[in-house]
């Protein structure tokens, strides 16, 4: 259990918190305190150790309004390492906070850690989940809702209600097992089910009053597969992705690629029954599928008819709606601004990245990797060896802008990146299954993809004017897409495959944005109560 002496360290941080609010008057703060605990779960009718966030699975969500300081006391009540990370919450200045094992040391067992966040010029919604080992597989995730400031218009009228659905596929075998088999060179079985917020089929249930519109933030929370949402017998209106207002266009289902999230708007303009809503795997042999019950406060009438079908295989069918997904241009609110000007298709391309990803075995065993290089984890966090200067820990450049035909080798990769470059990126899949990439610290414009190869004619067919702006990108079967980038935050930022059996056998590095001049500026030095570990242990952060 949690030390009394960590306990006054809370309350030293809260209180020194407070002081900052009253003599500086800075943005509002949010207190949270998380504990994080075993219990049993029961999502596909088996019993399964779940970690659990106060008792909860999913966790609770976290509520924000934009440029608020969130502080997230976690209590580490398990019997090993834990740590959370915010995907989609950018971290301005502050990779310290991420709670990726690059950046931020694990909590021990008993032991509590505060972050201290802020979600600064950001609005939409996201989602947290255990970054460590296979925690995923067992649960602790939930919703991220940042809210635009009070006088900030919003694109649409304010909804009756506002719903979290976290959906995602699901194993019945326990997560250490999981992470055993990883261990041990293979790869993981096809998965037991889909959960929508933590229930198998007709488990969860939203309630809402016929006539009314409500909006819906849908993340995939899963370990590996694309995932269609739908309800029956009404329309979604998509009206913001990752903190992106988009076009409003309306959709009878939507393709939520794993590690995305999207809110749309839905009006209960059918007759008072209770209606499906569905969650069902694409590119998949097999289609797994469930259900949960949308449920109209005046029905008397249970669901019925036949679950309504959706798209299966069809790669065109994705593609296309990804294409349909764009900026609304005329929204007020945070919205990415590089070099000075919202313009990004006239800004110039100071570097194009390529990214290959691949599959292989090294040593015997089954492993993934960028550009021949399969990431393995140092013996520290990278950011505190960059931030202490310990030496032999990571090299900037063990990993290239460009794929180079090497046998796959294991390797601590970090790219080097300067601050205030902007880049473009292209993720190019040569593997028959939809990759699913993503990128802490900053939301990116998707300006193209396609199939095949990409090659320097492919950019006569980006879109230069209202390409949605996100975290989290897909890449289709043998296919191609690009990004431009804006590398307006310094830090030590994680770029990742979202497929987590993958991520956690070497598809991802490290993108290390530096700036010489050492600023507040441009970076907030590391936090007063940062954990220390690895061989940044006994270092000393700043005095409390």
Not at 315 to 327: G, K, V
Request: glycine residues 8%.
């Amino acid at each position: 259990m949690v030390t009394q002496s960590s306990f006054w360290q809370t309350y030293c941080i809260a209180i020194l918190v407070l002081l900052v609010v009253v003599v500086q008057a800075e943005d509002p703060y949010r207190f949270y305190n998380w504990n994080v605990t075993y219990g049993d779960i029961f999502p596909l009718g088996v019993r399964q150790q779940g970690i659990l966030i106060n008792g909860q699975f999913p966790g609770p969500d976290l509520y924000s309004v934009t440029n608020d300081n969130l502080i997230i006391n976690v209590y580490n009540n398990l019997d090993e390492p834990f740590l959370l990370s915010w995907n989609g919450v950018q971290q301005r200045r502050n990779s310290y906070e991420d709670g990726v094992y690059g950046t931020t040391c694990p909590i021990p067992p008993g032991k509590n850690f505060t972050y201290i966040l802020q979600v600064k010029d950001q609005i939409g919604s996201f989602y947290y989940f255990p970054s460590l080992a296979f925690h995923k597989a067992a649960g602790g995730f939930g919703g991220i809702r940042i809210l635009s400031r009070p006088k900030i218009p919003v694109p649409f009228p304010d909804p009756a209600g506002d719903f979290t659905v976290l959906i995602g596929d699901w194993f019945k075998t326990d997560h250490r097992k999981l992470k055993a088999k990883l261990d041990g060179g293979h790869k993981l079985p096809f998965p037991d089910g889909i959960l929508i917020n933590g229930h198998g089929p007709n488990g969860a249930y939203f309630t809402v009053e016929q006539g009314k519109t409500y909006r819906f933030r849908i993340s995939n929370v899963g370990l590996q597969n694309t995932l269609n949402f739908r309800i029956q017998g009404h329309k979604m209106k998509l009206v913001e992705v990752e903190g992106t207002h988009t076009v409003q266009t309306i959709y009878e289902s939507v393709d939520v690629h794993v590690g995305q999230s999207y809110s749309v708007l839905v009006t209960m303009d059918q007759a008072a029954q209770d209606f499906y809503m569905v969650a069902s795997s694409r590119f998949t042999d097999k289609i797994l599928i469930t259900t949960a019950t949308l449920h109209y406060s005046n029905s008397n009438k249970p669901v019925s008819g036949s679950v309504p079908g959706g798209p299966t295989d069809q790669i065109d069918w994705s593609l296309n709606q990804a294409r349909s997904i764009r900026t609304n241009l005329t929204a007020s609110g945070p919205r990415p601004n590089p070099q000075g000007s919202y313009h990004y298709g006239l800004v110039n391309i100071t570097r194009t990245i390529k990214l290959v990803n691949s599959a292989d075995q090294v040593n015997g065993k089954q492993r993934y990797a960028v550009n021949s290089v399969s990431f393995v984890p140092a013996d520290t966090p990278l950011k505190l060896a960059d931030y202490f200067k310990i030496g032999g820990v990571f090299r900037v450049g063990s990993i290239s802008d460009y794929p180079t035909g090497k046998s796959m080798y294991l390797d601590t990769s970090v790219m080097g990146a300067d601050f205030r470059a902007f880049v473009e990126i292209v993720f190019e899949n040569h593997e028959s299954i939809v990759q699913s990439w993503h990128i802490d610290g900053y939301a990116f414009w998707v300006v193209g993809m396609d199939g095949g190869l990409w090659t320097p004619e492919s950019r006569k067919q980006y879109n230069l004017h209202d390409a949605v702006s996100r975290s989290t990108t897909q890449v289709y079967p043998r296919s191609w897409t690009a990004i431009y980038m804006a590398l307006d935050n310094v830090g030590m930022w994680n770029v990742r495959t979202e497929f987590w059996a993958r991520q956690y056998l070497g598809q991802q590095f490290y993108l290390r944005v530096y700036s010489p001049v050492g600023s507040v500026r441009d970076e907030y030095p590391i936090p007063k109560n940062a954990l220390l570990c690895g061989r940044a242990q006994g270092k000393s952060t700043r005095p409390l």
